[in-house]
């Protein structure tokens, strides 16, 4: 693994900021369309079609995005803990490939490719937001469950899109809220880590796990020093038992008279 260095997290976090220039040419594919364009209804993937006036511009941004979101993914590994962190590179490195595929296969081109990508998009950009937000999460407790929201909310989108479900927001409103979930989280990773730098995930202290862990330990300890107290105690009245010398206190000690010699009649008589 590449060391972890300013530098590079500055670079990774730019990558990610980056991918917010979708909204930017999107909204000038849309200016520039020659019939009415509705986000409601229509797909975001018309804007790339050969009838679109700017087809080269989105395509290129959605190249551009996969590009920028694999970057990012590959350059801020080091900054991701747990198994979020392993599993968030995976998952958006596979939507930087699906989006990839969008940009370079058209809705009107190779179809079957172009909705493959798109598919790989949807579900890899909000699985990887729920992972990211796991690997974020010891850096800032508040941006991480900002992520896992985004994530949720782009899985259940994605679910509606391809289930048809799309009478409340449209089939495009509702392909939007599936997508736009992932550039969002990722300039808001980005400002995270672009601002923390490479400073140890210290800040959050000690993840559940570990609490969890901690306690058991202390639990564990506590019984041990428990039992090892009650077989203390238990242990005490056996020895006092076996030891002759011992006077118990209720009885009072009798002395001694080391001159009195039982068979001597002229001894004075031992008195009780």
Do not use: C, K
């Amino acid at each position: 693994m590449a060391p972890v260095t300013p530098h590079r997290y500055r670079w990774g976090a730019l990558a990610w900021l980056l991918t917010l220039q979708f909204f930017v040419v999107e909204t000038i594919a849309e200016l520039a369309a020659d019939v009415p364009y509705s986000r409601a209804e229509d797909l975001i993937s018309a804007l790339g079609a050969s009838n679109s006036p700017a087809q080269a511009l989105m395509n290129t941004s959605f190249v551009v995005q996969g590009l920028l979101i694999g970057a990012g993914a590959l350059l801020l590994r080091p900054a991701l803990t747990g198994a979020g962190g392993r599993v968030a590179p995976v998952l958006l490195g596979a939507a930087g490939v699906g989006v990839l595929l969008v940009g370079l296969f058209p809705q009107d081109g190779r179809a079957a490719l172009h909705e493959a990508g798109a598919g790989l998009y949807l579900v890899g950009g909000g699985l990887g937001l729920i992972a990211l937000a796991y690997g974020l999460r010891r850096r800032s407790e508040p941006v991480g469950t900002a992520l896992a929201l985004l994530g949720l909310v782009g899985t259940a989108m994605t679910v509606f899109f391809v289930a048809g479900i799309t009478g409340l927001l449209g089939e495009g409103g509702t392909e939007r809220a599936a997508a736009y979930v992932l550039p969002v989280g990722l300039a808001l990773a980005g400002v995270l880590l672009w601002r923390r730098g490479a400073a140890a995930p210290t800040d959050a202290g000690p993840s559940r796990r570990e609490l969890r862990g901690r306690e058991r330990e202390d639990r564990a300890l506590r019984a041990r020093e428990r039992d090892a107290a009650l077989e203390a105690a238990a242990a005490r009245p056996d020895e006092q038992a076996q030891d002759p010398t011992t006077t118990p206190a209720h009885e009072p000690a009798t002395a001694v008279d080391d001159d009195f010699d039982p068979e001597d009649p002229w001894a004075q008589a031992r008195r009780g």
